[in-house]
């Protein structure tokens, strides 16, 4: 009978423990697989009737060319785990691949039998930051990798089935959007009476108690000319140029002036951005920039350290703190708004966070380093899971509304753009409960312990 040759060995087999490391294989294998590299792991839909445990065995024995080992104190104790790293061991001799095994670290962990003196790539400042060093390793290595990338669709079918439950209830859901309610009839393009210098011009568009845009030699604006006259009486008299209805500025944009539809739109996206970060700072919410955008922090003005603010107007009262420390740092919530007129006027509000220095019991002075910032984002606010983003964003309306159903954006003098005191909300014919549930309040158990899956989203 004629000898079969040997599988190639062409399988990064994924050594874990289900389903601590779930969250982190779902992340590391389609990432794997695009670049062209071919991934096992038993988070797969493996049936019992398959003999799944016999099929990891021979994957593992057989097809397998590296071992990439989850490495923390709960998944080094997993008895499976201990079954593979045994397997590991005997395939570093009869190989002669002294990598073969390739300890990842998810957290710190202490040192196994076996595997102690291997040089681990490190996973726990920051998955990005692994994956590179994973992928220059297994480039070092020369194991073998596709020009054709295919990403396995069971990674994603498996998350999808693991994600929620389905019931046949009602379900209210609330939106991140706040909906415009009114705004002013015409926006205004205002102008100086007579010249007025380069300064005079700069510091009423870095100045102006109200929003406004630059526009050739004038300004847009909600505003009126009065509103002008009395915030720069340096600047002389003003006068009102043009005045445009607002519902055809933003659908048609100014003919008249020849200003185009998006050109308008990108004028009033600007005001709208600009009279919510000056009411929110006006209010005593700290204005910090972003990457991609300014946010308003909830900081020492408007909430205490460990402070639980109370949310919800209608049945049992919730609360959620906006503040608190965390990896001996201050974490403070905050939110950004980006304006939007699609389908309808709204606001589209994203949780942000930011973290300071711990100085005694108060707050020090802010992290300046953005990678700093985003380590701690992933470690802390890895725990916090949808709940409890809802309801940080739910106590921050209730701070920037306070008993008013509505928040009035000031614009000008006695000119408001007017929103909805809350998110928007719809109720969906199922429920689609998470199956990490939480209590209603949504807090962390343990603040310096924090850890666990972070999606790439920013937070």
């Keep these: 009978m004629e000898e079969q040759p040997p599988i190639a060995r062409s399988k990064l087999f994924l050594s874990k423990a289900t389903p601590g490391d779930d969250a982190f294989t779902l992340w590391l294998a389609p990432r794997l697989e695009a670049e062209g590299y071919e991934v096992f792991a038993d988070i797969l839909s493996l049936s019992p009737a398959d003999g799944w445990r016999l099929k990891i065995t021979n994957t593992l024995q ?22 593979e790293i ?76 693991q994600a929620v439950e389905v019931s046949r209830e009602p379900e209210v859901l609330t939106s991140n959007w706040l909906r415009v309610i009114a705004v002013p009839d015409c926006v205004n393009l205002t102008k100086p009476k007579g010249s007025i210098s380069k300064g005079i011009n700069d510091a009423i568009t870095s100045d102006a108690p109200f929003p406004l845009v630059p526009y050739a030699d004038g300004f847009f604006a909600f505003a009126e000319s009065v509103d002008f006259c009395n915030s720069f009486p340096e600047a002389g008299a003003f006068e009102t140029s043009a005045s445009i209805g607002y519902e055809e500025f933003s659908s048609e944009g100014g003919t008249e002036l020849g200003i185009a539809h998006a050109d308008a739109r990108r004028i009033l996206m600007n005001l709208f951005r600009q009279a919510w970060e000056l009411h929110l700072r006006k209010h005593g919410f700290l204005q910090h920039a972003f990457s991609n955008g ?71 002075p802010v992290i300046d380093d953005h990678k700093a910032q985003h380590r701690l984002r992933r470690s802390v606010c890895s725990g916090w899971r949808n709940k409890a983003w809802h309801g940080r964003l739910m106590a ?64």
């Design 62 to 83: 057989d097809e397998a060319i590296k071992m990439l080992l989850c490495c923390s104190d709960e998944t080094l104790q997993r008895d499976g785990v201990i079954e």
């Design 396 to 459: 921050f309306m209730e701070l920037l509304a306070g008993e008013s159903p509505y928040v009035s954006l000031p614009v000008g003098n006695g000119q408001f753009i007017t929103l909805d005191g809350m998110p928007i909300q719809v109720t969906a014919p199922i429920s689609a409960r998470q199956r990490f549930e939480l209590g209603e309040d949504a807090e962390e158990t343990d603040l310096t312990t924090i850890g666990g899956y972070f999606s790439e989203g920013d937070a």
């Design 86 to 161: 045994e397997i590991a061991k005997d395939l570093v001799r009869s190989l002669g691949d002294e990598r073969f095994l390739v300890p990842l670290k998810m957290k710190r962990f202490k040192k196994v039998f076996g595997i102690g003196g291997l040089q681990y790539i490190d996973f726990e400042r920051g998955w990005a930051e692994g994956l590179t060093q994973l992928l220059k390793f297994l480039d070092d290595e020369g194991v073998p990798k596709s020009k054709t990338p295919n990403i396995q669709p069971a990674w994603a079918d498996y998350q999808k089935r």
């Design 294 to 364: 300014t946010a308003s922090i909830v900081s020492d003005g408007k909430a205490k350290i460990k402070q639980r603010i109370k949310w919800g107007r209608q049945g049992q009262r919730r609360n959620s703190m906006l503040r608190n420390i965390a990896k001996g740092k201050v974490w403070e919530y905050g939110v950004s708004a980006q304006p939007s007129f699609f389908p309808f006027p709204h606001y589209r509000l994203k949780g942000r966070v930011l973290f300071s220095e711990v100085r005694g019991p108060k707050k020090g």
